[in-house]
């Protein structure tokens, strides 16, 4: 399954979890504009956490990368 595919249906389920919990236990009230801004507050947050996640898993990427490189150039054998 392509990633970006695993996260609009991570995000599809996490969005209607929350949804019907929040309208279920009355912390949301049933109505076209609350949801709306239920749905631009839940979108953001996502969207932040995933471009964070993004960030630092790509630095931690370049990291390992780079030494992996100076290990080569020095003959070091790498064993996984």
Not at 15 to 40: C, H, K, Q, R, V
Request: proline fraction near 2%.
């Amino acid at each position: 399954i392509p990633l970006m595919l695993a996260i609009l249906i991570h995000g599809g389920v996490l969005y209607m979890s929350y949804l019907a919990t929040y309208l279920f236990n009355d912390w949301l009230e049933l109505g076209a504009i609350p949801i709306l801004i239920f749905t631009g507050i839940f979108v953001l947050g996502y969207l932040v956490i995933w471009v964070i996640i993004y960030f630092t898993t790509k630095k931690k990427t370049e990291q390992i990368n780079k030494i992996l490189k100076e290990k080569q150039k020095k003959g070091i054998e790498i064993h996984f």
